[in-house]
């Protein structure tokens, strides 16, 4: 084998070389490696299900939060749709209330109406008998004595009382 450049002693050297390098590298470097490359592996899948968990979490929350969403929304309408039928009632009240007031002041007005109608009525007549008299006092005061002045009146004042 020496001729083909094979030296045997060499070959030993370095199956010898090559074993205590395998053993120092395996017992210092191969096992701490190996160690870290577990705990990193280890690490990385706990990592993992945490992040599983909290996805799961995050899922239901949502879940939760529209469901919430949803719940206020019909409430949210529910409310609006009650305050909506309250002020309708809260307007059908107040025209009635409004109604009934002009009514109860168109009611009095004409009550006002009639009593100031009859009082004008009232002092017309009066005046228009006053004159009357007056007028009559003028003509029949030269023509008339007192006796008949006196007689006259008396007619006067009966025709006025049963009218």
């Known amino acids: 084998m020496e001729q083909l450049g094979i030296d045997l002693k060499v070959i030993v050297f370095q199956l010898i070389n090559f074993g205590l390098l395998f053993i120092v590298l395996k017992k210092y470097l191969y096992k701490p490696v190996s160690n870290f490359l577990d705990q990193r592996i280890k690490t990385l899948k706990e990592n993992e299900d945490l992040h599983r968990g909290l996805e799961k979490n995050k899922q239901s929350m ?24 309250d002020i309708a009632k809260m307007k059908k009240n107040a025209e009635k209330e409004a109604k009934a007031e002009a009514d109860r002041i168109l009611s009095k007005a004409q009550a006002t109406s009639i009593v100031l109608k009859n009082r004008s009525s009232m002092d017309a007549k009066r005046e228009m008998e006053k004159v009357a008299l007056e007028t009559a006092e003028m003509m029949l005061g030269n023509l008339l004595t007192n006796k008949q002045k006196e007689e006259f009146t008396k007619a006067a004042i009966k025709r006025f009382l049963q009218s």
């Open 62 to 85: 949502d879940e939760k939060l529209n469901s919430l969403n949803s719940s206020n929304k019909q409430k949210l309408n529910g409310l609006l749709k009650d305050a909506k039928l």
